[in-house]
């Protein structure tokens, strides 16, 4: 027996209940479906949302750390080989830029931490120009040591437009590597040596 027949046998009441029963099932169908849709694609997209952030931060941190690591390389570079004795290294930057270093007074080195020692030098310059003395100080920070001017007192000198008295403190900065303690070795002479036992 067909469908049809059937749905023709049945009464009036149950074919319109029937009806009505098919009609709310199309509408739950044609809304329910394409809401679950709608919600399962719309948490894709906010998990999708979220591993792009996510991959948008690697990647800027890794341009952060890539920075950090070519500023440590910089810094390991530069601390590489330990700047010259700063008087004659003063000396010889005045030699190439004519100026003339009348007073020279080298001072104690001052620990920085367990890393770092400052050695600093203080010179006098008299009777010096403005540009004699921003080339003699180009010169000495751009050396790649680990050198700077750390204190600079500029003073006019007389009725000279181009002549001044100038003190200066270089200093440099060492890194001092981590001394190892070596093991004591025992030696039949020490008292507390115990032979090893057979």
């Known amino acids: 027996m067909s469908l049809k027949t059937r749905f023709d046998q049945l009464a009036v009441r149950e074919r319109k209940l029937l ?6 099932l199309a509408v739950l169908v044609l809304v329910l479906v394409p809401l679950a849709v709608g919600m399962s694609v719309g948490s894709q997209e906010d998990e999708n949302q979220a591993f792009r952030d996510v991959i948008q931060q690697i990647s800027d941190e890794r341009v952060a750390l890539s920075r950090r690591q070519e500023e440590e390389a910089r810094v390991a570079r530069r ?6 004795t700063l008087a004659g290294f003063l000396a010889d930057a005045a030699d190439k830029t004519g100026v003339d270093i009348p007073e020279t007074q080298d001072r104690s080195a001052v620990p920085h931490g367990k ?3 400052e050695r600093q030098t203080r010179i006098r310059l008299s009777k010096v120009g403005m540009l004699a003395l921003s080339n003699f100080l180009e010169k000495i920070t ?10 600079l007192d500029i003073q006019k000198r007389g009725a000279n437009d181009d002549e001044y ?5 270089v200093s440099a ?3 001092e590597e981590a001394k190892k303690a070596a093991p004591k070795s025992r030696t039949k002479a ?4 115990q032979e090893p036992s057979e």
């Open 19 to 24: 009806v009505a029963f098919g009609s709310i």
């Open 79 to 84: 601390y590489a080989s330990p700047a010259p």
């Open 115 to 117: 890393t770092f020692k």
């Open 142 to 151: 751009q050396t790649g040591y680990a050198v700077q001017v750390s204190h």
């Open 165 to 169: 008295d100038v003190d200066i403190d």
């Open 173 to 175: 900065f060492d890194r």
């Open 190 to 193: 020490d008292p507390d040596a």
